[in-house]
């Protein structure tokens, strides 16, 4: 817009609903790649950047690298309970702030020789926060994301 100031952007309940499906479904993507590669100790696993933008993608992609370099992969499940907390189609880009409670009892880092539990690494049930972006070409890429391992859930 030339001149004054832009007109606030409005948005109706429809496009936050269809944020907060693209952006669960961009985090569930996140998690299965994730899994995937983790499991496989492929930090390049092309489904990765299907789901993930950076910061988080180079934090997933050089935590699996670690755990490869010291003979470790993840195993087992990664149960996920999540929910959007807020959604702002205003912002640039727009985002949706997703909250978890991942239950990781079942999920484990375990040495790739004999798939025994490297320790220190036990699992439980914990609070994820992660933001979706949407980025210009459309699609919804999850850029943040945290684990709250000291606040179970």
């Not at 985090?27 to 910061?55: I, K, M, Q």
């Not at 050089?62 to 996920?80: F, N, P, Q």
Request: charged share 25%; aromatic share 6%.
């Amino acid at each position: 817009m030339a001149g004054g100031a832009a007109a606030p952007a409005t948005h109706s309940t429809a496009d936050e609903r269809a944020a907060e499906k693209a952006a669960l479904a961009a985090y569930s993507g996140y998690l299965d790649a994730s899994r995937a590669a983790s499991a496989r100790s492929d930090p390049g696993h092309p489904a990765l950047d299907r789901f993930l933008a950076d910061p988080l993608l180079t934090r997933v992609r050089v935590a699996i690298r670690d755990a490869k370099e010291h003979g470790a992969m993840r195993t087992g499940k990664l149960v996920s309970d999540p929910t959007v907390v807020s959604v702002d189609l205003a912002a640039d880009p727009p985002t949706v702030e997703i909250q978890d409670c991942l239950d990781a009892r079942g999920y484990r880092l375990v040495y790739a020789k004999d798939r025994k539990t490297v320790p220190g690494t036990g699992g439980g049930r914990y609070l994820a926060t992660a933001t979706a972006a949407r980025y210009p070409d459309g699609r919804w890429l999850v850029n943040t994301g945290t684990a709250h391992q000291d606040q179970p859930c």
